[in-house]
């Protein structure tokens, strides 16, 4: 006969009728069951009693004790009843054994962890490039067949990104390359003061604005402000089944949410750039004036002397490249949201890391490019 309880309470007191066979192989029959009456009897008086049983092995007698124990609460009222003299003896003889033996866990050798670690990354990282790959070949797909059916344009939507993405991020963009122009020139005044140099800080804050940090800082920024608001944006429809509405409705969930995202911000970050370029410029020139006695009229003339035009097309041609892999990764990463506010902080996340990472990677690619052509 398998193992079987039951219980009743009278007077606050509790009592569990045991009877079977209450061995190891029919205890999983009942642990759950058993387990949820000992969590209810918790700070009530407990008898058990033996006289039904037929069985009992030392699993069957540590399960009772365990139920017997469980809750420091009860009084010394709670007792076994009953039962014949071996059960109760098997019973008392396991009670000094409940608390489980230290287990000391297996050594593990740190650098075939660190190797292991390094492989899943990798490995991880690859999967990953993979599906943005993908990702970025449904986009430009997508992107052909609407430019052959310019109706299926979503101008509408385009226009409220170019603003939320776009003009939205104006205030910050402008205030971060200010201050970094002004940053820039007061180092490189200070620096190059010791070579008797100061007059070249207008080179230095040109070419670095112009060139890498105008562009650079408004992709940054972007890549936090708007990348991580398209991964929140459609992965918050993607955990509100809002996407697989639109696909049982017969939309494109790539020409309905991604596309215009990624219109607008190819569209927007160049503006961006160039606004960013000009007050980093501004930003330098004031700390020109304040530290180095230089005017406006002599920074600009200046300017003009030594900073050619192909320094600005250097910078904004970047802008572009910068703006679709951001609103890509974005877009790519909330589509990726599995349907928990858990994924979706971790996929805006990785939203942020994976922009920021390839922004850096294509301006190094840009960086030795221009220098292969001597641009």
Aim: hydrophobic share 50%; glycine share 8%.
């Amino acid at each position: 006969m398998a193992a079987a309880f039951s219980f009743e309470t009278r007077d606050d007191i509790w009592r569990l009728r045991v009877s079977g066979e209450w061995r190891a192989r029919f205890l999983g029959d009942i642990d759950e069951d058993l387990r949820k009456f000992q969590a209810d009897s918790v700070g009530h008086d407990l008898i058990i009693d033996l006289d039904d049983l037929t069985g009992l092995d030392t699993a069957g007698a540590m399960v009772l004790q365990r139920v017997m124990r469980a809750c420091t609460a009860r009084t010394t009222a709670s007792h076994f009843r009953g039962g014949s003299r071996a059960h109760r003896a098997l019973i008392e003889h396991v009670e000094p054994h409940l608390q489980p033996c230290p287990v000391e866990p297996p050594w593990r050798d740190p650098f075939l962890l660190l190797l292991n670690r390094l492989g899943r990354g990798a490995y991880g990282a690859y999967i990953s490039g993979i599906k943005i790959l993908s990702f970025i070949g449904v986009v430009v797909t997508t992107l052909a067949r609407v430019a052959r059916d310019p109706k299926r344009l979503r101008v509408t939507s385009i226009a409220h990104h170019m603003e939320e993405a776009g003009l939205d991020a104006m205030p910050i963009i402008g205030l971060v390359s200010f201050l970094v122009g002004a940053v820039v020139a007061y180092m490189g005044a200070k620096t190059l003061k010791i070579f008797n140099a100061e007059i070249f800080t207008v080179e230095l804050v040109g070419l670095s604005v112009l060139r890498e940090f105008g562009v650079l800082l408004a992709a940054i920024l972007l890549a936090g402000r708007s990348g991580s608001a398209f991964t929140a944006q459609i992965g918050s429809m993607k955990i509100r089944e809002e996407i697989d509405a639109m696909r049982t409705l017969g939309l494109d969930p790539i020409e309905v949410l991604v596309l215009p995202r990624t219109i607008a911000l190819v569209l927007m970050t160049p503006i961006l750039a160039f606004l960013a370029a000009m007050l980093g410029l501004i930003g330098g020139g004031l700390v020109a004036a304040q530290a180095l006695d230089v005017s406006p009229v002599l920074f600009l003339a200046r300017m003009e002397e030594s900073i050619t035009i192909s320094n600005f097309w250097a910078g904004i041609i970047k802008a572009p490249f910068f703006a679709f892999i951001i609103a890509v990764v974005g877009c790519f990463q909330g589509m990726e949201v599995e349907g928990s506010a858990e994924s979706l902080g971790q996929r805006t996340t990785l939203s942020v890391v994976q922009s920021l990472f390839l922004v850096i990677v294509i301006d190094a690619f840009f960086a030795m490019f221009y220098l292969e052509i001597d641009f």
